[in-house]
């Protein structure tokens, strides 16, 4: 036996796995909660042991900090900026996107689009009815095709649903 004794080792997934499953039965113990966080960079145990038994990551939960209605805030000189006819240079047509809800930690008017390499300035029309808001476009480095993400704020000018996918026609100044 000696020297050449089997060693028994343990892969870096199975390991995370072992120190969650720890942390979670420590979960009730609030000294834990700090080393818990850190570990896991904030995670829910959890959520952690889900995407490496499936290898599917869960989907970001607003945890009511930031409400709709605070996403939405914009001041009446942001609004009035928004709905504005253009005037001066012509729009560049970009093409059309469907959109989703963004995130909530952004307030005013923007879409993130793959549409664009670089911030800029520009419009979007919503296709079902027709109407348009001026935003600012960003870049969200998605592949041509992958949809865009738009403002809670520039969905209500809109008249878009927050839980649709509405079909954008998308301009840039």
Request: aromatic content about 2%.
């Amino acid at each position: 036996m000696g020297a050449n004794m089997n060693k028994v080792s343990i892969k870096p997934v199975g390991l995370l796995i072992v120190v969650a499953v720890l942390l979670t039965a420590c979960a009730s113990n609030t000294q834990f909660q700090d080393l818990k966080r850190k570990i896991l960079g904030g995670q829910d145990s959890d959520v952690v042991v889900h995407e490496l038994e499936t290898g599917e990551q869960e989907k970001p939960q607003n945890l009511g900090k930031i409400t709709v209605a605070d996403a939405a805030k914009v001041t009446e000189s942001e609004r009035q900026k928004a709905v504005a006819k253009p005037v001066g240079r012509p729009d560049r047509d970009l093409g059309t996107t469907i959109a989703s809800l963004g995130l909530l930690d952004k307030t005013g008017f923007w879409l993130e689009t793959p549409l664009v390499e670089a911030e800029a300035d520009g419009r979007v029309v919503y296709l079902q009815s027709g109407t348009a808001i001026n935003l600012r476009l960003i870049p969200n480095g998605g592949a041509a095709g992958s949809g865009s993400q738009i403002s809670v704020a520039a969905m209500q000018i809109l008249g878009i649903p927050i839980v649709d996918l509405a079909e954008l026609r998308v301009f840039k100044r």
